[in-house]
């Protein structure tokens, strides 16, 4: 009763704990980009504009965003901005960027959980068969591939996987996230899923043909990194007391794997993908570059090249808070598998 009661209060107060140190490194975060951005030569909106308007009007846009202010007053904007949901009006777009964000996130966070989820199956599974066979073909051969695919950038993936599949042997489409030939209705913007909804299954297939290239691209990428650390968790594991007492018991070997060894040796994983989440953003960004996708990446990228870098300040203030809410869920989760963290 009484380490039932101690088991609960520590988990408590982890949770606790996390949930106040969040908004902390978040304030830092988005502090360190709004200096980061402010330190940068020349003016954003000249920058953006350029000769395309008067000295007139490009007063008039320095008023109205607030450039002329001092870092105090933008910096002041710009934090109560973040709190209400506000991430500011682009120079070079008449939508807000809270707007954009709406209409390009489900996108990118389809390419994301897809190029997860395809990411943690294939190193887990390879991870794990590599640590059951230990030194043997398939451990040597799925430890050559998680440090080659690991290695090998996203964009010369993406590139090679265009040239085999769409251009020589023409299986799936080049890019894009949908057939110009196919109308359809998305009320979510998540693809998949209203395919599901409206049960339309010729737009249902075709939205996964389009995202089935840069998800694999985007998902081999990351799957070097579960699978050595499922591995090197699993032969952890595997030397463990509580291993040999079941293999003393005669329990089967597979059944020691899967039953016993596999469970707490994803415990580190489980960390590793909140960190893998923010690559994953990153790398996502290339990937929607090389496949023509239309999400969030693509629109930063725009945005870089239109030097319009209060639209460029809006969604990198998103994706950092998407990280520090990911990471906070992940510490959450890890807290409750494993009980060693809360202490």
Do not use: C
Not at 68 to 97: A, C, E, F, H, K
Not at 186 to 192: R, V
Not at 289 to 307: D, E, H, K, Q, Y
């Amino acid at each position: 009763m009484v380490a039932t009661r101690a088991r609960s209060g520590s988990l408590r107060t982890y949770v606790l704990g996390r949930l106040a140190f969040a908004p902390v490194f978040l304030f830092l975060l988005l502090t360190l980009l709004f200096v980061l951005l402010r330190v940068m030569p020349g003016d954003p909106i000249a920058a953006a504009l350029g000769d395309r308007i008067s000295a007139e009007q490009l007063d008039a846009r320095r008023e109205a965003a607030g450039i002329n202010d001092p870092l105090l007053v933008q910096y002041g904007r710009y934090m109560s901005g973040v709190i209400q949901g506000d991430l500011g009006t682009p120079v070079t777009d008449p939508r807000s960027v809270s707007e954009i964000v709406v209409d390009r996130f489900p996108a990118t966070f389809e390419l994301t959980m897809f190029a997860m989820l395809l990411a943690v199956v294939i190193g887990v599974l390879a991870g794990a068969v590599g640590a059951r066979f230990r030194d043997g073909p398939l451990d040597v051969g799925g430890r050559l591939f998680a440090i080659m695919i690991y290695a090998a950038p996203v964009f010369w993936l993406g590139i090679l996987a265009q040239l085999l599949f769409a251009n020589r042997w023409g299986l799936l489409p080049t890019g894009n996230r949908m057939s110009a030939r196919i109308s359809y209705e998305a009320p979510t913007g998540f693809y998949m899923l209203d395919g599901f909804l409206t049960r339309d299954w010729t737009f249902l297939w075709t939205a996964f043909q389009h995202l089935l290239m840069p998800g694999l691209t985007l998902g081999l990428v990351i799957s070097g990194v579960f699978i050595r650390m499922v591995r090197v968790n699993m032969l952890q594991t595997l030397r463990s007391d509580y291993v040999e007492a079941a293999h003393a018991r005669g329990i089967g070997g597979r059944r020691v794997l899967f039953r016993h060894a596999f469970k707490n040796a994803l415990v580190p994983v489980v960390t590793i993908m909140g960190l893998q989440f923010a690559l994953l953003l990153g790398g996502a960004i290339l990937t929607e570059t090389t496949f023509s996708w239309p999400g969030l990446g693509t629109a930063l990228v725009g945005f870089i090249n239109r030097r319009d870098y209060v639209a460029v300040q809006g969604i990198v203030t998103f994706f950092a808070v998407m990280v520090v809410t990911v990471s906070l869920l992940i510490d959450i989760i890890n807290g409750l598998l494993d009980p060693r963290v809360r202490y």
